[in-house]
């Protein structure tokens, strides 16, 4: 059951880049690496999924080292909406596995 | 723009009494999912369903909660007797499994306070 970690919260400006880093020291060989935004009173909603390497899309960059032990969601230019929590997800869809969410770190953009 | 959708949005009840939960999935999506989110605990999987067969429930308290898929187009979560440490959001999330991972589609979430 790979357990994740991330910060509890982060402070950031309008127009800077953001980076959430989530530690899965115990992810197995066919977990995949997911991060989910949710805004309150709303339910998750996906960013972007990753296995190895790097993923871009048009939102957010996911940056996996070649251990795979960790991850960085980089959110480019972030703006006042971007204010939300986000979480890390580390899982497979094999029958037995868990999907385990992580704590969420609470991003605040100031203006 | 598919969409889960979840009903009731909120629900106000005594404790003792029962609740039933509805989700429908997005059309073609095999696999759903429940969940609970609290201040405390934060966002919690109850069960999964694949195929509508019950993969995992070992995140829901047996005695009270049950989790059931009637058919592909609804799944419902119960609670009977429901108690005041169940007030939480619920939510509901599909996804289609095919080859590799999958992202899942939360749906609003249903908003559960017990008194």
């Known amino acids: 059951l790979a357990k994740t970690t991330q910060p509890i919260s982060m402070d950031s400006y309008e127009g800077q880049e953001v980076n959430i880093t989530c530690s899965h020291n115990n992810i197995a060989t066919n977990d995949y690496i997911t991060w989910y935004q949710q805004f309150p009173s709303q339910g998750p909603r996906f960013i972007i999924q990753g296995y190895k390497t790097k993923v871009t899309n048009e939102v957010a960059s996911l940056f996996i080292p070649a251990d795979r032990k960790s991850s960085t969601l980089s959110l480019p230019r972030v703006s006042l909406s971007d204010t939300a929590v986000y979480y890390c997800l580390v899982g497979f869809k094999a029958a037995g596995n868990k999907l385990t969410f992580g704590g969420g770190t609470r991003v605040l953009v100031k203006p | 723009d598919a969409r889960v959708t979840q009903t009731p949005r909120h629900k106000v009840t005594e404790m003792g009494q029962e609740v039933t939960m509805r989700c429908q999935p997005i059309?073609?999506?095999?696999?759903v999912f429940w969940y609970r989110q609290t201040m405390m605990q934060g966002l919690e999987l109850l069960a999964y369903?694949?195929?509508?067969?019950?993969?995992?429930d070992s995140g829901m308290p047996k005695d009270r909660f049950s989790a059931e898929m009637p058919d592909a187009t609804l799944a419902t979560l119960k609670i009977q007797p429901s108690e005041p440490r169940d007030s939480a959001v619920y939510f509901c999330?599909?996804?289609?499994?095919?080859?590799?991972?999958?992202?899942?589609?939360f749906g609003p979430g249903t908003r559960l306070t017990v008194t």
């Open positions: 059309l073609g999506h095999n696999t």
């Open positions: 999330a599909s996804a289609w499994e095919g080859t590799g991972s999958y992202e899942q589609y």
């Open positions: 369903f694949r195929n509508r067969a019950p993969l995992d």
